[in-house]
């Protein structure tokens, strides 16, 4: 079994989104450990933590990108439509009894790993220029307001 992890040439530089990159990557290490053993609850409880988690982290990125008026925010948006059909497809699978439990692990270590290093890295300068100006400006009405806390603490 392979782990996967994040090099640091991968990273976007968007400190909350790299952290759940990473989150999202050991989850699923965690799952393929599960597939693996034939654990079937343990497998089960794993989905129904994982698909959450990147429901959320999706949602959560093209709010990023809409604010940030990204040019490609509809592309990269199916691309999560389109992983997370697959994705309904093997849960559908597995809770009909399927052992596709590996086959899923896979799919989705490979697909997230390969979309965190290249799309994902495709939208950061944009945002990470829109973060900045949104810091810049926040600082200057109030360095102290929740605003420019959270904003300090995803940038």
Same mark, same amino acid.
């Given at each position: 079994?392979?782990?996967?992890?994040?090099?640091?040439?991968?990273?976007?530089?968007?400190?909350?989104?790299?952290?759940?990159?990473?989150?999202?990557?050991?989850?699923?290490?965690?799952?393929?450990?599960?597939?693996? $053993?034939?654990? /079937?609850?343990?497998?089960?409880?794993?989905?129904?933590?994982?698909? *959450?988690?990147? @429901? #959320?982290?999706?949602?959560?990125?093209?709010?990023?990108?809409?604010?940030?008026?990204?040019?490609?925010?509809?592309?990269?948006?199916?691309?999560?439509?389109?992983?997370?059909?697959?994705?309904?497809?093997?849960?559908?699978?597995?809770?009909?009894?399927?052992?596709?439990?590996?086959?899923?692990?896979?799919?989705?270590? $490979?697909?997230? /790993?390969?979309?965190?290093?290249?799309?994902?890295?495709?939208?950061? *300068?944009?945002? @990470? #220029?829109?973060?900045?100006?949104?810091?810049?400006?926040?600082?200057?009405?109030?360095?102290?307001?929740?605003?420019?806390?959270?904003?300090?603490?995803?940038?």
């Amino acid at each position: 079994m392979t782990t996967q992890h994040l090099k640091h040439s991968d990273l976007t530089g968007i400190g909350v989104i790299d952290d759940q990159h990473e989150e999202i990557l050991g989850l699923i290490n965690s799952l393929t450990k599960s597939a693996k $053993s034939g654990q /079937r609850d343990r497998v089960e409880t794993m989905v129904d933590s994982i698909v *959450p988690i990147i @429901l #959320a982290h999706f949602e959560f990125e093209e709010e990023l990108m809409e604010q940030a008026d990204y040019t490609y925010l509809k592309v990269h948006k199916r691309l999560h439509d389109h992983f997370i059909q697959r994705l309904a497809d093997y849960t559908h699978r597995f809770d009909n009894g399927e052992s596709i439990a590996v086959e899923m692990a896979n799919f989705m270590s $490979s697909w997230l /790993r390969g979309h965190f290093t290249r799309e994902d890295r495709d939208y950061s *300068p944009q945002v @990470l #220029a829109e973060m900045s100006g949104l810091t810049n400006d926040a600082a200057a009405l109030d360095s102290n307001s929740w605003f420019s806390r959270t904003l300090r603490k995803i940038a």
